[in-house]
């Protein structure tokens, strides 16, 4: 008999409601990914306001879950356990969903699994390319996080192997944005501009590459910091910045670092997948570097398509429906969230 998994999400600016199906041998079937974001209303102070998000997430919970429902020609009463995200993430935002899921269980009877947003930036993958290999190497790569976890089992075994230990790879983009006067986020106008731009024309400095730096951590505030002085110098002389340059010499540094680390960690450690997930990972470069490097070292590049790789309730419900078929024990009706979750 196949279960029904609702997923919530609410950890940052959007508000996420999924339904995935269990299949009685482990697939998982993505039914409806239904997702409200407040990103519009942020745009204007450059970053996620947290008091502004908490109250997006309220008014959109209830209309998002019966768009769901309607998506997926569901009923309420179809549901046979409930995934919601515990943390990491704002917490005034993860409230939200969190209270939304509890009485959603309350009301249904049904189990409750407060889950790992990064867990599930990784699982939602399963939805479009199935299981995991065992083990496989996730690169997490979005507006609050960087990170490299080995992935033993993702209803539970997943490992930090390095993490940025300063800006976010998508932070970073969304302040090179500013300073080159593109709009917030800035990831996709970057890419974009990058396009027309040379990689080569600045070389701006790699971050955590030196031999004494830890292996698999990443910096980007350097970076960061160099494309600022380096449009400011211009600008003293006078000069027009070339935006399409700066975008796409600045794109190259991340792409490179990011592809490098993450292609050397799976080739030392004998992992012979490498999946990249989150909101950066919708980069053009990002992704033709990473095949570039995967298929030069035998290693299997799965990416999620960009609706799943950005935050959404589809990657809650498909993480939650591999942890009830690893039959773990569900979360108590006291769960709170947790800012600080580790993974
Ligand atoms: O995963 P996500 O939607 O939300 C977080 O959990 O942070 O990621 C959002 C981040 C933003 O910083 C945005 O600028 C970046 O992903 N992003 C991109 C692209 N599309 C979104 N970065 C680079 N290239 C893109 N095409
Ligand atoms: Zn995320």
């Known amino acids: 008999m196949s279960r029904i998994i609702l997923g919530i999400e609410s950890s940052c600016d959007e508000t996420g409601v999924g339904l995935v199906r269990l299949h009685d041998g482990g697939a998982v079937e993505l039914l409806a990914d239904e997702v409200a974001s407040s990103v519009e209303q942020h745009a204007r102070f450059g970053g996620v306001v947290p008091e502004v998000a908490s109250r997006a997430h309220l008014e959109a919970m209830r209309p998002t879950a019966e768009r769901a429902f309607a998506t997926a020609g569901l009923r309420l009463s179809d549901v046979d356990a409930i995934a919601v995200t515990a943390g990491p993430g704002l917490a005034g935002a993860l409230l939200v969903g969190v209270s939304a899921a509890k009485a959603y269980a309350a009301a249904l009877d049904v189990p ?149 680390k993450a292609v050397r960690a799976a080739t030392e450690m004998g992992i012979g997948t490498l999946v990249i997930s989150g909101g950066v990972a919708a980069n053009s470069r990002l992704s033709s570097l990473a095949r570039e490097r995967c298929e030069a070292a035998g290693i299997e590049l799965r990416v999620p398509r960009p609706r799943l790789c950005t935050d959404n309730g589809a990657m809650i419900a498909a993480l939650g429906a591999h942890v009830v078929a690893a039959e773990k024990k569900p979360s108590a009706l006291d769960l709170s969230a947790n800012p600080a979750l580790p993974v």
């Open 112 to 260: 409750l699994y407060g889950v790992n947003h990064l867990a599930g930036h990784i699982a939602v993958d399963t939805l479009q390319h199935g299981p995991l290999p065992k083990p496989c190497l996730a690169m997490l790569v979005s507006g609050g996080h960087t990170q490299l976890l080995r992935v033993d089992d993702i209803a539970g075994e997943i490992t930090e192997i390095g993490s940025t230990v300063d800006d976010a790879a998508g932070e970073a983009y969304d302040k090179v944005a500013r300073v080159l006067g593109l709009p917030y986020p800035g990831g996709p106008p970057i890419d974009k501009a990058a396009r027309e731009g040379d990689p080569t024309a600045i070389d701006f400095p790699r971050g955590m590459t030196g031999p004494r730096d830890a292996k698999f951590d990443f910096s980007f505030s350097g970076l960061k910091t160099a494309v600022a002085r380096w449009v400011e110098n211009a600008e003293r002389r006078g000069e027009e910045i070339p935006v399409n340059d700066v975008a796409a010499s600045f794109q190259e540094a991340v792409a490179d670092v990011l592809t490098a």
